[in-house]
């Protein structure tokens, strides 16, 4: 019978503490924010819709902040493009990393960094997968002018050969 009891009280306190275990972790209490964090939160600012004129093509780019907050939807579209190229920019632990889905079948990773003037993020090559003998973006900076404009500049290379800096695309706020 005290086998028995103390059986019966074992099941009832699991029930009670299992389900506790299972409920989403409390929010850490907000630290310092590190530096890929500040240059992610500056280019969260980004969200909304652009346009301008890249290398005489008229283009339109979305920013989205997606994932609860997580990370940061690009696409661009231009005019006589069949497709819209993405890109996804999140923080991996204390690095702020951007993966390009480029429309020429590979993806570059680039890890970015702020400048000390908080205008500017530079995201530098880290590593590639896919395709890269047509086309291969190297590095992208974005430049924030004012809450309505903002500069994209990009490095390139084309079927092998050494990268060269594209002019940058000035883009205006429509929404």
């Not at 029930?15 to 890929?36: C, L, N, Y």
């Not at 890890?111 to 003037?117: F, N």
């Amino acid at each position: 019978m005290r086998k028995l009891t103390i059986l019966i009280i074992l099941i009832a306190a699991t029930t009670v503490v299992f389900p506790q275990e299972m409920r989403m972790p409390m929010p850490k209490t907000a630290g310092p924010q590190s530096d890929a964090q500040k240059a992610f939160e500056k280019l969260k600012s980004l969200a909304g819709t652009w346009e301008g004129t890249y290398m005489g093509m008229s283009g339109n780019v979305t920013i989205r902040v997606t994932s609860t907050g997580n990370a940061i939807l690009h696409e661009m579209t231009a005019s006589g493009r069949p497709d819209n190229p993405i890109t996804m920019i999140y923080v991996d632990g204390d690095r702020l990393l951007l993966t390009h889905f480029c429309d020429s079948g590979n993806r570059p990773r680039m890890q970015g960094k702020l400048s000390p003037d908080g205008n500017t993020v530079t995201f530098d090559f880290l590593d590639v997968s896919g395709n890269t003998n047509e086309f291969l973006m190297h590095d992208i900076v974005f430049t924030m002018v004012d809450a309505d404009h903002h500069i994209e500049a990009f490095t390139y290379s084309v079927n092998g050969k050494p990268p060269f800096r594209a002019p940058g695309i000035q883009l205006q706020r429509t929404k």
